[in-house]
């Protein structure tokens, strides 16, 4: 059975807890921005979390697993 836990950073979230995922990198025009290019994890109760280009592709996968695609992935040989 898939887990429903995903490491994103250096945090382990629930994957209900996750509202929506970027499909495109943060840019808001800010000097000190840190967040410029990286993917933001919407969470629920007005949290977020921030993650790379892999790292969000791996978020999503597991997303999928988790909301049981029913659909047989033929690519799908590693879990
Ligand atoms: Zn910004």
New binding site residues.
């Given amino acids: 059975m898939a887990s429903p836990i995903v490491k994103v950073d250096d945090k382990h979230v629930p994957l209900y807890r996750i509202v929506w995922i970027a499909d495109l990198p943060?840019?808001?025009g800010?000097e000190d921005?840190q967040?410029?290019g990286y993917y933001e994890i919407r969470l629920d109760v007005d949290d977020s979390v921030w993650t790379n280009a892999q790292e969000r592709d791996e978020v999503l996968e597991a997303m999928n697993r988790w909301c049981g695609d029913p659909r047989d992935d033929p690519n799908n040989g590693m879990y």
């Fill in positions: 943060h840019f808001c800010e921005c967040r410029e």
